[in-house]
């Protein structure tokens, strides 16, 4: 055998075959981010938005955007717009934390410097006491995707993972798959549980029994000095960053009470911190349902311990809604501090 030959046949077959594939990587272009791919119908097709998004947060279309962790996914960006009349993008990602929050926030505020109206979920992501608390979590982060230097992603895209996702986009081309989330970020993940079955849930909401603070009182306090919030002066900073004529709703979204008891105090504590820490942003609203009220008591209203079900968001559209109306929650579940202008 001419061995110098065959590895040179080798060298270049495999120089061609990574030729070829990374060339079909930029032409389909599944994460939206190539300058000079050809103009096709895409949709997000990645399985993990921390690389669907970027793309959507630097679309024209919108004016209004809902950024936080899987609580706020429910919210439906069409239901939001018929109501308020705004073109509303979804941009939470499951189990986000405040770092890749604030990342994907930071790219639609440079891409939309005069906003309607932000709304911001605060679970309790924000309110995490570790001192070193992490930006990351298991799922991989593409900061790379995350600045405006496009042309610098192309060093990226030459990898298994995307030519993965460039098939799945041929195959939305082709109509044999369906878009993974719509061009607003928004999908009713709750369609993925199957039937609702009670039994199921109740044992979901009550299989992890844990000891329970003295109390379930979350009204906003000032008692534990001692407690430090790391990601609170992020937020600060981060809302301060957006227009002062932009009305910015901090919205606590409701978890199950049973799940709530165990972290009460910790939440109230939080609540107050960031009041404190808020009170020089006159553009900010609060609306709370991180609390023990009926909503967050009946099991019938959640898939598990933190995800509601869609007809509870629909409640809480439309009391958006009316907050951005001038108006109390008519729902009588969630709480408003400070009151917006019609």
């Avoid at 909401?205 to 609170?232: F, H, I, K, M, N």
């Amino acid at each position: 055998m001419n061995w110098p030959r065959y590895i040179r046949v080798l060298l270049l077959s495999v120089a061609l075959l990574g030729a070829i594939s990374y060339g079909f990587i930029l032409v389909l272009d599944p994460y939206m981010d190539v300058p000079f791919s050809p103009a096709l119908p895409r949709a997000p097709v990645s399985t993990n938005q921390r690389f669907a998004y970027p793309a959507l947060a630097r679309l024209p279309d919108y004016d209004s955007v809902l950024v936080g962790t899987s609580t706020m996914r429910l919210f439906d960006p069409r239901q939001l717009d018929a109501k308020l009349g705004t073109r509303a993008i979804n941009l939470a990602m499951n189990s986000a934390t405040p770092y890749e929050q604030a990342r994907i926030l930071e790219v639609f505020l440079r891409h939309h410097p005069q906003p309607r109206l932000v709304v911001l979920g605060n679970d309790g992501s924000w309110c995490n006491r570790d001192p070193a608390p992490a930006n990351y979590t298991f799922r991989a982060f593409p900061e790379w995707m995350y600045d405006d230097h496009r042309w610098n992603d192309l060093l990226y895209l030459f990898n298994d993972k995307a030519l993965e996702d460039a098939v799945r986009m041929l195959e939305l081309l082709r109509g044999k798959r369906e878009a993974k989330y719509r061009l607003d970020g928004y999908r009713d993940f709750t369609r993925d549980f199957g039937r609702y079955d009670p039994s199921a849930v109740h044992k979901r909401l009550y299989a992890a029994r844990r000891a329970r603070d003295a109390g379930a009182d979350t009204e906003p306090s000032l008692t534990r000095p001692d407690w430090q919030y790391p990601w609170l002066p992020r937020l600060h900073a981060l809302l301060k960053s957006v227009p002062a004529g932009t009305p910015i709703v901090l919205l606590y979204p409701p978890v199950h009470h049973h799940y709530l008891e165990n972290m009460a105090a910790n939440i109230a504590e939080c609540k107050g911190r960031s009041a404190a820490l808020l009170a020089d942003l006159p553009n900010l609203r609060t609306l709370d349902y991180l609390k023990v009220t009926d909503l967050t008591r009946r099991d019938e209203n959640f898939w598990d311990a933190v995800h509601t079900t869609a007809e509870v968001a629909r409640l809480l559209e439309t009391d958006l809604a009316a907050v951005m109306a001038g108006a109390a929650p008519p729902s009588g579940y969630g709480e408003l501090r400070g009151q917006p202008s019609p």
